[in-house]
């Protein structure tokens, strides 16, 4: 877990800036890493690793692998990486009980949007009033064990284009972000229940346990 918050924090450092206070996916990047409870000198090694301020600094790059677990549940791996072939080779072998397929096999089975995850220190707090507000597409209630008693709480959606503006209007109106990126949502969802919902569990569970992935977008009910 470290290990993928840190990458996360020097990909948003080296294609953003390398300062928090101007780049809103490192804020929300350094942000959940803390609430993993990761060493501050690991957070600001990857900041100085993504900014390109260490010698031999690893460069990651961004990769998509699309297809079906057992029982034909779509889904969108993330990956992170520094070696392509690698990380093929190894999403290859852990799709064999499932179906790899090529790009856009799946893609047009989800949304892609933006996501932010944001509490407000006032309880009470009317999230779809601060969504009209902040220019995002949609918004819902964090769940109760996803925020601090007394707090208010919303998972924004935004058009990708309108991410970093919805987050500093966001940010400008009172929200701690916690969460802020890019992602993919289902449009419609397979329902899998029994022996068959464990099987799916155990492949997304093995795919998820790889060093190099990063984000995992299954449409499962």
């Not at 350094?30 to 690893?58: F, M, N, Q, W």
């Not at 072998?93 to 949304?111: E, H, I, P, T």
């Not at 309880?123 to 220019?135: L, W």
């Not at 995002?136 to 970093?164: K, M, N, W």
Request: glycine share 10%; with cysteine.
């Amino acid at each position: 877990m470290f290990g993928k918050l840190a990458k996360e924090i020097a990909v948003a450092a080296r294609i953003g800036d390398p300062a928090p206070e101007n780049n809103a996916r490192l804020r929300a990047a350094i942000e959940a890493a803390r609430k993993a409870s990761v060493p501050r000198d690991t957070i600001d090694r990857a900041i100085k690793k993504g900014a390109g301020l260490l010698d031999g600094a690893t460069i990651y790059e961004t990769v998509f692998y699309e297809g079906f677990t057992p029982h034909k549940v779509p889904v969108i791996v993330e990956c992170l990486t520094d070696n392509k072939n690698r990380t093929a080779a190894d999403i290859r072998v852990l799709f064999r009980k499932g179906q790899l397929g090529a790009m856009g096999a799946v893609a047009w089975m989800f949304d892609r949007l933006g996501v932010i995850e944001a509490t407000h220190k006032t309880g009470g707090k009317d999230i779809e009033e601060a969504a009209i507000e902040a220019g995002a597409q949609d918004v819902e209630q964090l769940e109760a064990e996803e925020i601090e008693a007394g707090q208010s709480g919303g998972r924004f959606y935004t058009d990708p284009a309108d991410l970093d503006a919805v987050n500093k209007a966001l940010t400008a109106a009172g929200w701690a972000i916690s969460k802020s990126e890019l992602s993919y949502k289902a449009k419609s969802f397979v329902e899998v229940t029994g022996e068959a919902r464990k099987e799916v569990e155990t492949f997304l569970g093995d795919i998820d346990d790889n060093d190099d992935v990063h984000r995992l977008y299954a449409g499962i009910k």
